[in-house]
């Protein structure tokens, strides 16, 4: 008996938290990276990281939803606390956050990634 | 026969994310676990995960076919300045996020609740 082998590859579901954790640390220094907390452009900030981030999850082309969400906050001694729940299938979904931060904020940027039934 | 149109279409709305029920879910959550209190370093982690938890299982109840993702910031005010953005990408028409900014005289609370169709 011959096998016979489509050839096809097998699209991987699977969500690489250590690869978009890279990327989004890159979105993050070109945005701000070098720069001081400044209230008139913090706006345009974060707005340009998350856009920046989304656009290179959806280019990989995976059957995923995403939602990215970044917070900056000026370093002034205020206590800062973050949590996030997820209700999902923890076999194919997943999330990843970055913290980054300079002489003058800090950058949390988290990304929620939730798998598409095909 | 213009009754039966009605619950049809009631029903309809009611299966998608409805962001008044999340808001008065997520309201209730963050007054019955901060209140009045003012920030307390050791606590706040506290505060956080039982807000997320609570406003987790209520959604839950609710019985709709939807994975959540919850996310909370709790931050003391001292007059340094935050900024917070998500971007997201999803199906618009049945998926949906609801974001509720809380104070009280010394902290500022913010919870968004992301919800996706299944």
Redesign the interface.
């Known amino acids: 008996m011959e096998e016979f082998n489509s050839g096809e590859e097998i699209l991987q579901v699977v969500f690489n938290p250590d690869e978009i954790s890279v990327s989004v640390k890159e979105c993050v220094e070109g945005v701000i990276g070098g720069t001081d907390?400044n209230?008139s452009k913090?706006?345009q900030?974060?707005?340009s990281?998350?856009?920046h981030s989304?656009t290179h999850?959806?280019k990989q082309g995976r059957p995923f939803?995403?939602?990215?969400?970044?917070?900056?906050?000026?370093?002034?001694?205020?206590?800062?606390?973050?949590?996030?729940?997820?209700?999902?299938?923890t076999a194919t979904?997943g999330?990843c956050t970055v913290r980054w931060e300079n002489r003058t904020m800090y950058c949390v940027v988290?990304v929620?990634a939730?798998a598409v039934?095909l | 026969m213009l009754l039966e149109r009605e619950i049809t279409s009631w029903k309809r709305h009611k299966a998608g994310f409805v962001v008044e029920d999340v808001s008065t879910i997520i309201k209730e959550s963050v007054e019955a676990t901060i209140g009045g209190n003012a920030?307390q370093?050791n606590r706040?982690?506290q505060?956080?995960?039982s807000?997320?938890?609570q406003?987790?299982s209520q959604?839950?109840k609710l019985g709709k076919p939807?994975?959540?993702?919850?996310?909370?910031?709790?931050?003391?005010?001292?007059?340094?300045?935050?900024?917070?953005?998500?971007?997201?990408?999803?199906?618009n028409s049945t998926?949906g996020s609801c974001t509720v900014r809380w104070e009280n005289k010394f902290v500022y609370c913010i919870v968004?609740v992301?919800g996706?169709a299944?």
């Open positions: 907390y209230q913090v706006n900030w974060t707005a990281i998350v856009e989304l999850l959806v939803k995403y939602i990215v969400n970044c917070t900056i906050m000026q370093k002034s001694g205020a206590g800062l606390h973050t949590a996030n729940s997820c209700y999902w299938d979904d999330s988290s929620f939730v039934a | 920030y370093h706040v982690n505060w956080t995960t807000i997320v938890e406003c987790l959604l839950s939807f994975k959540y993702i919850i996310t909370c910031v709790i931050m003391q005010k001292n007059g340094a300045g935050m900024q917070t953005a998500s971007t997201c990408f999803w199906d998926d968004s992301f996706l299944i």
